[in-house]
């Protein structure tokens, strides 16, 4: 079992970065890692995700190019560095984790959640 929490929400303007960081107690390794959202009345989704050895990771089509997922086991931390940002991607932020075999990349079926944490991009 993990335990997630979420920092470096905040509100920015068009165009400008945010590093979220998700720092996880007990052994992160064990999980692949994701990253998910939910925007004001929308459903939450999928962002991004990293296979437990960060070897791999995949992120959804309109962050790619934007949003990077990296993760630490050591620290037992992983961050989602997301850069030009834009309206769009105003909402709550969740750090997630799932028990997976190496190398898979899931984008459902999460496990442990975190609290979530707050992005507002102004136009």
């Known amino acids: 079992q993990v335990q997630l929490t979420e920092s470096g929400g905040g509100t920015v303007q068009t165009g400008e970065s945010l590093r979220l960081s998700c720092a996880a107690s007990?052994?992160?390794?064990?999980?692949?890692m994701g990253w998910f959202r939910q925007a004001p009345g929308k459903e939450r989704e999928f962002v991004a995700t990293?296979?437990?050895?960060?070897?791999?990771?995949y992120v959804r089509d309109s962050v790619r190019g934007r949003f990077t997922i990296s993760r630490d086991n050591v620290r037992n931390v992983v961050n989602l560095q997301m850069n030009r940002l834009t309206p769009e991607d105003t909402g709550v932020y969740y750090c997630?984790?799932?028990?997976?075999?190496?190398?898979?990349?899931?984008?459902?079926?999460?496990?442990?959640w975190g609290q979530g944490t707050h992005v507002t991009v102004s136009s």
């Open positions: 997630a984790g799932r028990t997976a075999v190496t190398g898979e990349l899931p984008v459902n079926g999460y496990q442990y």
């Open positions: 007990g052994r992160m390794s064990d999980y692949a």
């Open positions: 990293i296979t437990r050895a960060a070897t791999r990771t």
